[in-house]
């Protein structure tokens, strides 16, 4: 899947849920038995990044436009500890606007609440990019990943501004975890403004 894809497809969805045909939020009924979710989407999120300013592709300042979708939790539950532990399905991508690597990624993200206005969040899945496996050429200035697909992990802490509205810093790390020749890795970092429906 191209990452122009998925950002196209990010846009269309957060902007019908902004308009309130797939709106509300994903908390469940009242009781100790798991509920199903009251939505398909849970929150949308875009932003900037930093890619990967101590590697081989950061060392003139390349930078990143992302978007990320967050859909519901695929049941929940009334304990708040227990919640913790259902992660929300994701979708999303990042395209660097100087020609380095690009990719898609999917996986799963866990949210705590530290106090209601601020939270961590920690992410795993994979990833697709289009970045270089092995290059002769010693002066690319593309990382060398080694293979697609990679596995992407990332970490954020954010602050709710309102209901609606986050903003959070998020580290990001692509690898392929020592399964191809080369596994130099992608570690990105940047900002982020989520809605959530």
Not at 58 to 67: F, K, P
Not at 80 to 107: C, E, K, Q, W
Not at 145 to 170: D, H, I
Request: glycine letters at 14%.
């Amino acid at each position: 899947m191209r990452v122009g894809t998925v950002l196209g497809l990010s846009l269309m969805l957060a902007s019908v849920g902004a308009t309130g045909v797939l709106g509300a939020d994903d908390k469940g009924l009242a009781g100790n038995a798991p509920s199903a979710p009251s939505s398909f989407l849970s929150e949308f999120r875009f932003g900037l990044s930093a890619q990967d300013p101590w590697g081989t592709e950061g060392r003139d300042g390349s930078a990143n436009l992302t978007g990320e979708i967050l859909f519901a939790k695929p049941f929940t539950a009334s304990d708040l500890f227990t919640s913790y532990f259902i992660p929300r399905p994701h979708v999303g991508g990042s395209l660097n606007v100087d020609g380095m690597t690009s990719f898609a990624y999917a996986g799963l993200s866990w949210t705590v609440d530290l106090t209601p206005s601020l939270f961590v969040e920690g992410s795993l899945g994979g990833a697709v990019h289009n970045g270089k496996g092995r290059s002769p050429n010693p002066l690319d200035q593309h990382q060398q990943l080694g293979c697609s697909p990679l596995f992407r992990e990332s970490g954020s802490v954010g602050v709710r501004l309102s209901a609606n509205w986050s903003l959070m810093a998020t580290v990001e790390h692509l690898s392929n975890a020592g399964s191809c020749s080369e596994n130099r890795g992608l570690t990105n970092i940047g900002a982020r403004v989520g809605y959530s429906f």
